[in-house]
């Protein structure tokens, strides 16, 4: 790289750095309310753009009601992204502002790893917190379970949830996969063995837990009851901080959709004695996910609702590989990639990878019946909600994400310039800034190695020039501009500097962290390693 430099490219490349060092101002400009808002912030897990009732009309499902009423009542954001196409990365994005080569966290913690996201990274609920809000997490954590890792020292005064993907232990009743997994048991090491060996991506040695602050209050825990616990606690937060009268920011990091799937059985049908090919547990899946939203914009509603920002959207797209029990990209289908072999969803930086369905909703702030296409992201989240409790983020760091105030409050159309999209799984290192999205232009310069349903796996392949598609005309992302064209040619200058530009800004980012991905047995959660499968149960 340093050979092709010139005064003039290192010159927009330290332009560039300044722009970067601060938070987009797009809401700099907007009144603040008189008390500080609530913000319920739900994320959901491994979710299609096309799982929205309200993105798909045409469909005439009815899959989404709630959500569909929230879209009615609020602003809908066509054009938002997840950070990452896969679970850590894109949750670290979302509570830092910064892309994963800036915050450390590139591709997924496990069940024994030993930290998390790295602790000199400041999260948007620390920064509340400080502030005085009361902060409550529910969900799935994922970023870290031992210690100073864990969400009560990361900014949530109150946890209760999962610590990684609701796949990363076994349960005494499964839910629905692929391969389908067996239950927890209390047979010997050579038994665990064969098992995984067997179901492929099965945890057998230890239970999923259920954490309520730091401590394991149940081991396994039931995925067919989660759902009501997670709607009780919502409703015990959010009352309680209304009778004390201090803002709070909830939240909510889903199970759904992400496999194992386990939605209301009908009532002839035995827990024990499912059939894991039906085609419609996906649909009750994302209706009983759908039935949460509501209970939990029903209570906002009752209590606060003119003070009370609720902003819904997924961490990635659909996990294909799970074939019957994945959602749906809607129009965005990767078509380039898939007419070759592999997945164009979940760990890719196709449209369906990370094209996420999004919802805000805020009466009296944000217009009813809207609708946005400006240029978003999961990043947006940290800058907007401390814009709006009026917080002011650490100078000490560079950020990623704009402040969407604006946009949400307003109408303003102005999203990102520019969005990278980074490797999570695929094709390429991980968190590497390998795609490009500018206007309705978006620039590949890797493609493939991720599966798809039915084990089918692309050749990973590196394009210079890039493949640049024209999403406007083709958002099925199927046939790339010819490189001979004036528009090409124009695009791919533009995209080529900007990425060189922030590649240099983070080279020369002295807050970068990097994350420790060290694993170790003893670091799995375990409520009493004396049981198999570590198993309890102290869940009043």
């Known amino acids: 790289m340093a050979e092709g ?114 602790l000199a990274e400041v999260t948007f609920p620390q920064l509340l917190q400080k502030a005085g809000y009361y902060t409550a997490m529910i969900g799935k954590w ?153 209970l939990v914009k029903s209570i906002s509603d009752d209590t606060d609702k003119d003070n009370t920002l609720i902003w819904f959207t997924g961490d990635n797209g659909p996990w294909e590989q799970k074939c019957q029990y994945a959602g749906s990209v809607g129009p965005f289908m990767g078509k380039w990639q898939t007419s070759r ?13 990370h094209r996420v369905p999004t919802v805000t909703y805020w009466p009296g702030r944000i217009p009813a019946n809207a609708t946005s296409s400006a240029l978003l992201s999961g990043m947006d989240i940290f800058p907007t909600l401390l814009s709006l409790a009026g917080v002011t983020p650490p100078s000490d760091r560079r950020y990623d994400g704009i402040d969407a105030t604006n946009i949400l409050l307003h109408g303003e159309q102005t999203g990102h310039e520019f969005l990278f999209h980074p490797n999570s799984g695929a094709a390429g290192k991980f968190g590497d800034l390998q795609t490009v999205r500018t206007g309705k232009h978006k620039a590949y310069y890797i493609t493939g190695a991720a599966e798809a349903c039915g084990g089918a796996t692309g050749s990973q392949q590196l394009h210079d020039p890039p493949l640049i598609f024209d999403l406007q005309r083709d958002e099925a992302e199927e046939t790339p501009l010819d490189v001979e064209t004036p528009e090409y040619q124009t695009v791919a200058e533009r995209i080529a500097r900007r990425r060189e530009e922030l590649l240099w800004d983070i080279a020369t980012d002295r807050s970068v962290s990097t994350a420790d991905y060290s694993t170790d047995a003893s670091a799995a959660p375990c409520c009493d390693p004396g049981r198999p499968v570590c198993r309890c149960h102290t869940l009043g």
């Open 5 to 118: 430099f010139t005064p003039f490219l290192l010159s927009g490349m330290l332009m560039c750095g300044l722009l970067l060092h601060t938070v987009s101002q797009h809401g700099a400009n907007v009144d603040k309310p008189s008390k500080k808002p609530n913000f319920i912030v739900i994320l959901a897990d491994d979710i299609g753009w096309g799982d929205l009732d309200a993105n798909q009309p045409e469909e005439k499902a009815n899959n989404t009601p709630y959500l569909n009423l929230m879209a009615e009542q609020g602003l809908r954001l066509t054009d938002f992204h997840s950070p990452a196409s896969t679970c850590s990365p894109s949750r670290a994005a979302i509570l830092t502002g910064r892309y994963g080569l800036r915050n450390g966290v590139t591709h997924n913690f496990a069940v024994g790893s030993v930290a998390g996201l790295p």
């Open 142 to 294: 994922h970023l870290g379970h031992n210690g100073p890792y864990g969400p009560t020292n990361r900014g949530f005064d109150y946890y209760l949830g999962i610590p990684y993907s609701n796949d990363m232990g076994c349960t005494d009743v499964p839910g629905y996969n692929l391969p389908q997994c067996p239950p927890c048991d209390s047979f010997g090491p050579q038994v665990i063995r064969l098992k995984r060996s067997v179901h492929g991506g099965c945890y057998s040695k230890v239970g999923l837990p259920l954490i309520e602050n730091s401590s394991v209050v149940e081991q396994p825990l039931d995925l067919w009851t989660l759902t009501e616990q997670y709607k009780s606690a919502a409703t015990r937060i959010i009352q309680n901080a209304r009778e004390r009268g201090q803002p709070y920011l909830l939240y909510v990091a889903l199970a759904h959709m992400h496999v194992p799937l386990a939605p209301p059985l009908p009532p002839d049908v035995s827990a024990n004695v499912r059939h894991p090919d039906d085609s419609r547990v996906y649909t009750a899946s994302l209706q009983e996910m759908d039935s949460l939203v509501g």
């Open 341 to 353: 072999g592999g997945g164009s969803a979940k760990r890719t930086t196709w449209e369906g990878g």
